[in-house]
């Protein structure tokens, strides 16, 4: 490997600096040639071999689900990329550093708290984060209100409470229920969280207005485009899931304590529902006990599909492999326990 590696630097000093990297651009290019025939002879024989199976009224629930996921999550990823990139550019780090405490410990429940005041869904609960980690607030609180933002927003507890009228339990369940899985999620990264597994975003730091106005608009550039891959490879699975699971599992799992808790804390990871509408969702499953549909409020704004996607683009795979698993635990546990008091 070395002697290659000699062997082509000796060769481009023979060159020109105008032909330095042509070999490897041309290389790249026959790579990318060959990947994108594969990927359409893949695409073609998948075509050939899902046709016959799949009906028009499954790829019509498909599609819809899809662009629904897309349509409702759009506005608030761009809201949120443009306030991340805002606090990026605009809010100097000293803010962050008067308004939470200076130990991380008394920070996250600070963050958590802060997270009613984001008029959000999860999809802008991301780069919102990642904002505030750029401007040097610790990992443990910036995830706290990651979690906490989407779920205890005000927006969010007036439609959990239209959706279930004469029951303010539910939404008293759903803040408190949410707010203390924000927060033990946040202590737990403290404690238990290493450096190398989160990828902590990293911006330069504009001065005077024409650089301000220059990094906002290039942090903005930076996120959309990459929040928005993720989101469609979250919407498509969503739809995927939505469209390929039968109703009748989900009819005869409610009468069982335990599966319907577990199922419906599994089908709000899968459906993908923005926070602001799931309350509608879990008000019709009415043949869930109250404890189970809290649950699908609790884990839905903080572990789902579109959501997972977005954590690894943001703050690396090994991020969310560790992340993922934790506060599912904690939301279904907390909600369990929460919806238990309730009962």
């Not at 130990?103 to 708290?113: D, F, H, I």
């Not at 990293?202 to 993720?230: E, N």
């Not at 899968?270 to 008000?283: K, T, Y």
């Not at 599909?305 to 993922?324: D, E, N, P, T, Y």
């Amino acid at each position: 490997m070395t002697e290659r590696i000699g062997l082509r630097a000796a060769e481009e000093e023979l060159l020109p600096p105008a032909e330095w990297g042509r070999g490897r651009g041309a290389a790249s290019g026959v790579r990318a040639a060959w990947a994108f025939c594969a990927l359409a002879a893949v695409l073609v024989l998948g075509r050939a071999w899902a046709a016959p199976r799949i009906g028009a009224r499954a790829l019509d629930a498909w599609a819809t689900t899809f662009v629904a996921v897309c349509v409702q999550a759009l506005p608030f990823l761009v809201f949120g990329v443009a306030l991340s990139a805002a606090i990026t550019a605009f809010v100097p780090a000293s803010v962050w550093r008067r308004v939470l405490p200076r130990r991380p410990g008394a920070a996250v429940p600070v963050a958590g708290v802060m997270g009613a005041v984001l008029p959000g869904c999860e999809c802008a609960s991301v780069p919102v984060a990642s904002g505030l980690m750029a401007r040097g607030v610790a990992p443990a609180a910036a995830l706290t209100f990651l979690l906490a933002a989407p779920a205890i927003n005000p927006i969010v507890l007036v439609a959990t409470a239209v959706a279930f009228p004469g029951r303010p339990e539910m939404v008293a369940g759903r803040f408190a229920a949410s707010l203390l899985v924000a927060v033990l999620a946040g202590w737990a990264w403290l404690l238990l969280g290493r450096r190398e597994w989160l990828r902590v975003p990293s911006r330069p730091h504009a001065h005077g207005a024409a650089g301000r106005l220059d990094a906002f608009r290039q942090a903005m550039r930076h996120d959309i485009m990459h929040a928005g891959g993720f989101l469609v490879v979250g919407a498509a699975a969503a739809a995927t899931i939505n469209a390929a699971v039968p109703s009748e599992w989900v009819s005869s799992a409610a009468g069982n304590a335990v599966v319907s808790v577990l199922l419906l804390a599994v089908l709000a990871v899968l459906m993908s529902i923005c926070s602001e509408a799931d309350a509608f969702v879990a008000a019709s499953l009415s043949q869930f006990s109250t404890t189970a549909r809290l649950t699908f409020l609790v884990v839905g704004p903080m572990v789902d599909l579109k959501l997972i996607a977005l954590q690894a683009g943001f703050f690396g795979r090994s991020f969310a492999v560790r992340f993922v698993p934790l506060t599912f635990c904690l939301a279904v546990g907390v909600s369990a326990l929460v919806g238990g008091l309730l009962t």
